[in-house]
C-alpha cells in the first residue's frame, strides 16, 4: 500500500522510513495529491462532455433541417403546387434514395437529441455537466422530451409491441423551439465549465445545400434526357438525313 504512495509523490525515500511521523505526513502529500488529480479529472471530464455535446447538437440540427427541407417541399401548404410538384418530380428520379434519406435525417436527429438527457450512469449526457441546471430544464421541457423519447424508444430504436398511436413526429415548430431552448441551455453550461459560447448558424447552411442539391439533380436529369433524346431519336436514327442522302 505505501509502496503506491510512493508512485505518487517524489518523497518515496520518505517511505523507507516507516515512522508515524513520515507515513503521516506522506498520507496527507498523496491525500492532496489524489484530491487536486480528481479535481482536474472531472474538470476534463466536464470539457470533454461539452465538446461531444457541441458536436452533438450540431449534428443534430444539420440532420433535423436536411429532413425539414426533404418532407416539406412536396407540401403545398409550404410551396406554391408548381414548385411542390417539381421538387416531387426531382426527387422521384431517385426515389429510393430520397426516401430513405429524408427517414434518416429525422431518426438520426431524435437519437441524436435524446442522448443529452439520457439519465444513466454508462451514458454521456448534460446531467454529468450540471445535475440540478440539467433537472430544471428537463422539467420546463418535459412535454417535447417526454415526445422525442417515445418516438426514439419506441419506434425508431426498436418496435414496442405496445407503442400507442400518438407517438408520432411532434410539429416541426415544436421542434425548433426545443433546439433554440436546447442551445441556450447548452452555451449557460458550456460558460461554466470553460467559459465558451457556440453559434450553431452553420446548421441552417444544409437548407440552401439541399435545395442546391436538387436544382442539380434536376439541371443533371434534364441533359440526361436530352442527351438520350438525341441518341435515340437522331444519332441511331437510320433514317436521319446523313442515312438518306
Not at 518515496?12 to 498523496?30: G, K, M, V
Not at 415544436?174 to 433554440?180: L, P, R
Not at 440552401?208 to 444519332?235: A, C, F, P, S
Request: hydrophobic share 40%; proline share 1%.
Amino acid at each position: 500500500q505505501y509502496m503506491r504512495f510512493a508512485r505518487c509523490t517524489s518523497l518515496s525515500h520518505i517511505l523507507l522510513r516507516f515512522t508515524p511521523q513520515n507515513i503521516a505526513y506522506t498520507e496527507t502529500l498523496c491525500e492532496i495529491f489524489l484530491l487536486k488529480f480528481n479535481y482536474i479529472s472531472k474538470d476534463i471530464d466536464k470539457k470533454e462532455i461539452i465538446n461531444y455535446f457541441r458536436a452533438n447538437i450540431y449534428e443534430a440540427l444539420v440532420s433535423f433541417n436536411a429532413w425539414q427541407i426533404l418532407f416539406f417541399s412536396k407540401s403545398k401548404d409550404m410551396v406554391s403546387e408548381e414548385l411542390a410538384k417539381q421538387y416531387v418530380e426531382i426527387q422521384n428520379y431517385h426515389k429510393n434514395f430520397f426516401v430513405a434519406a429524408e427517414r434518416a435525417f429525422l431518426v438520426n436527429a431524435i437519437m441524436l437529441l435524446c442522448h443529452s438527457f439520457d439519465n444513466r450512469d454508462d451514458s454521456l449526457s448534460l446531467y454529468k455537466i450540471n445535475n440540478d441546471k440539467t433537472k430544471l430544464f428537463v422539467s420546463k421541457n418535459k412535454a417535447i422530451i417526454k415526445k422525442l423519447k417515445n418516438l426514439r424508444s419506441k419506434i425508431f430504436a426498436h418496435r414496442d409491441v405496445k407503442a400507442e398511436k400518438d407517438n408520432i413526429i411532434p410539429p416541426a415548430t415544436e421542434i425548433d423551439d426545443f433546439f433554440k431552448n436546447l442551445i441556450s441551455f447548452y452555451n449557460e453550461l458550456s460558460k461554466n465549465v470553460d467559459n465558451s459560447s457556440t453559434y450553431f448558424n452553420h446548421a441552417n447552411d444544409i437548407k440552401k445545400d439541399t435545395d442546391n442539391l436538387l436544382m442539380n439533380v434536376y439541371r443533371g436529369e434534364t441533359i440526361r434526357k436530352t442527351e438520350v433524346d438525341i441518341k435515340w431519336k437522331w444519332q441511331e436514327n437510320n433514317k436521319k438525313i446523313s442515312g438518306i442522302i
